[in-house]
């Protein structure tokens, strides 16, 4: 699924709905579901545009640890043989 939405434009998006916009009025404006907008707030409320990069910094590099595990374990297994 492609995301359209960078982490910075959802946390203006729900800014702007905790600012008094309806949620339908904010699902028109930006071409999204209520599904999508509730998801975002469990997911972003509360943050700020800097948290939302750290965030994305750590998910990126979690990654990067979790290939290198895979990576390792695949070679302990194949000196094992």
């Given amino acids: 699924m492609k995301k359209r939405f960078i982490e910075e434009q959802i946390i203006r998006i729900l800014k702007e709905?905790?600012?008094g916009t309806p949620v339908k009025e904010?699902?028109?404006k930006y071409g999204v579901s209520d599904a999508t907008i509730y998801h975002w707030k469990a997911k972003f409320s509360g943050m700020?545009?800097?948290?939302a990069?750290?965030?994305?910094?750590l998910e990126h590099e979690n990654g990067k640890l979790k290939r290198m595990i895979g990576?390792?374990?695949i070679e302990v297994m194949a000196l094992k043989e």
């Avoid at 700020?48 to 948290?51: A, H, I, M, S, T």
């Avoid at 990069?53 to 910094?57: D, F, I, M």
């Fill in 26 to 28: 904010l699902c028109r």
């Fill in 48 to 51: 700020e545009v800097n948290d």
């Fill in 71 to 73: 990576e390792l374990s």
């Fill in 17 to 19: 709905g905790e600012s």
């Fill in 53 to 57: 990069k750290k965030l994305r910094y």
